[in-house]
């Protein structure tokens, strides 16, 4: 099977991703390489075989539920390229 | 300034440890004649992103207190480079990548923490593939490493900061992480030694993630005696990650030196196949009759599935980057996109600028084999072959200690050569994914030379046997002098 240019565009949707048009062009074209090669697994006969979730087998550990961290968010906030009281700033989402 | 008539930057870590030990020098001292060699070596090798000096020089004014009032760690003043994929409190942490060039991590990983907490020095953070996603360090936003065995050729990747500076003699020890090879394949083209240890070994606490099935922090040294007395140190349980083992910690470096008379040699036939360039496979041959000589015995083994482990690999990590990838919003951290009308646009443009074309394609490869109708024909089929594998070496493990073969399908290659074609370059990893699927450790080590670069015999065992390979890789060494080779500028 093929991607189109529009199952990448959605795709790229989907991944919250903006390219320009001649990365568009590109990731057809390697995209479409990449699923060819792994279109291989389709061969192997997994009649029967168990999904491997986790390569030793283990079960996720759960913690107590307890306050462990210190309260760093000045610190934190550094990072994050417009703050205003101690809140992170997007663009307005509320008309 | 000398220990043994050596220079201080050729000296292993086993070695400077002694003369630290001794007085022939202080920890300031060996910082600051390392910082130098960087300060010139590395416009031409580009293996930093950073170089911490200051950091470094007190540190090293510690390590040099501590010893003189007797608390000297098991790494005191030993200088080492982290990998720009661990966070560093304070120190910018950019996984080679421009989405992250701005940001200085608010915390230590588990890994900085344990090795600061031994006495480390840190001299800087390690070029690399943007978000370990590359085997050439060519999609670094930084720029690509230069191997110092041939600067027009690529140190591999991702950790190919951490392999041409170990190899050009900037530092004994550098760490790295590896999902399908990211240590031992750049350790292989480098002649460098580098172990992958088993899933949940080593913390991955404050470690970037990539594809968290398979992520696992090893390190690259010149000698397997340095690897066992790093790994000592950065292995163990980790409550802040809930995917580490609580399994005991053997001593690495006292479990080295015995024999390995009796020890069983699988040997799988599609890793000689014709994928692989005949002068390196000579050359990893010579390696295992070496091995013979010391008392191993070498047995074939059948691994039925092999040849599906790297399309299994580009579809689970790929998954589970786009996943892991996400976080990468342009709010709280990274780039963010400027003058967007509205979040969306905020997301798509902060994701679009920030990320570089090989991340870009994972993330969208991820994307698509998750996605409403492709899942159970791509990961859920994955996940399946995924468990062949595995089964593949748990039954190879009945018979044999450890599977050799050979690191990489070919010698370093030139830069340029392979970037265009993601193909080409994802199947560099065609030896390594499995141990990364199967999370079973892995070390490579130098075994000798294809038209003057290094070739690396690839060493795998069953889980938490670590010490396995480290003894295996250490005899091998006792009797050998690849890993004393120095690229010619550098000695």
Redesign the interface.
Known sequence: MSLSKDQVKRIAMLARLELTEAEYAESVKKLNSIVDFVDQLSQADTRDVVPMAHPLHATQRLRADDVTETDDRDYFQKNAATVSDGLYLVPKVIE | MSSGGEQLYAQSMAELAAGLEQGDFTSVELAESLLARIGEADAKLNAFITVTVDEALAAAANADKARAAGKAGPLNGLPIIHKDIFCTRGVKTTCGSRMLD???A?YDATVVAKLAAAGAVVLGKSNMDEFAMGSSNETSYFGPVRNPWNLEYSPGGSSGGSSAAVAARLAPAATGTDTGGSIRQPAALTGTVGIKP???RVSRYGMIAFAS??DQAGVITRTAEDAARMLGVMAGFD?RD??S?DHPVPDYLGGISQSIEGLRVGIVRQHFDDGLDPKCGERVKEAIATLESLGATTVEVDMP?ID?S???Y??VAPAEC?SNL?RF??????H?AED??????????S???G?G?EV??R???G???L?AGYYD??Y?????????I?DDFKKAFADVDVIAGPTSPTPAFRLGDKID???TM?LNDIYTIGAN????PGISVPCGFVDDLPVGLHLVAA?FAEETLLRCAYQYQQHTDWHKACPEDYQ
Do not use: W
């Open positions: 701005n940001f200085v608010p088993t899933y949940g099935s398979l409550e809930s995917t083992i599935n599906l790297v399309p299994t580009y579809v786009s996400s919003d342009g709010v709280r951290f990274g963010r967007a009308d509205d979040l969306l646009e905020l997301y798509c443009r994701r679009g600028e990320f074309d870009k394609r993330i969208m490869t994307t698509y084999v996605s024909a791509y859920l089929k994955a996940q399946q072959v995924r468990h062949l595995a074609d993601p193909i994802y699927l199967a999370g079973l889980h």
